[in-house]
């Protein structure tokens, strides 16, 4: 498994090693000692095409997220929330699919959202804590100051997704201040 680091402090993109032949393929999806964190909670997510999920995240049960394609492609979306971060308030964005055989991790802190770009797109995600309702938030993924050139212009999104809040008011909001990133 070869660890890649980015200029976003621990976000890194894992390039798993995959053993292929006739038959198909048997592929290596985490290691513990490649990331010093302790994953306690597993979900998968299908998705149709033009699909956006997110922007997501947790104030005060932050999750640390390992991302896994394990059928399809997505355009990958972190935003760093954190307040003391030299990257506070950019993004970071990669392709993910189940060719390229890359994971991305994105600590806790950040934003996380995707859009499906194939059929049956299958994410996996490794959490370091479990889901809180209580604690979720989001911010709206064509937010203008955020310029995230997505790659649709007419996603479908969830009831819930066409509501989020801009940046700029979720970064003023309570649950932003009293975060604990």
């Known amino acids: 498994m070869k660890i890649i680091k980015t200029k976003f402090s ?32 597993d979900y998968i997510s299908l998705s ?3 699909v956006i999920r997110g922007l ?17 492609r997505i355009f990958d979306i972190a935003l760093d929330c954190r307040k003391k971060s ?30 499906s770009l194939t ?5 996996h995600y490794k959490c370091t804590n479990y889901r809180n309702p209580n604690s979720e938030t989001g911010i709206i993924w064509n937010d203008k100051k955020l310029n995230i050139k997505w790659p649709i212009k007419k996603p479908i999104l969830s ?3 066409k509501i989020n809040q801009e940046f700029d008011k979720f970064t003023s909001s309570k649950k932003f201040l009293n975060s604990k990133w």
């Open 10 to 41: 621990g976000l890194i993109i894992y390039q798993r090693v995959s053993y292929n032949d006739s038959r198909g393929y048997f592929r290596e999806l985490f290691f513990e000692k490649s990331l010093n964190k302790k994953f306690i909670f």
């Open 48 to 50: 149709k095409k033009n």
């Open 56 to 72: 997501h995240l947790q104030t005060k049960n932050p999750q640390g997220k390992l991302i896994t394609v394990l059928n399809g």
């Open 86 to 115: 030299k990257t506070f308030g950019k993004y970071f964005k990669i392709i993910l699919s189940d060719k390229n055989n890359k994971s991305l991790f994105i600590p806790e802190g950040f934003a996380h959202g995707f859009c």
């Open 119 to 123: 059929n049956n797109s299958i994410l």
């Open 159 to 161: 009831s819930k997704d």
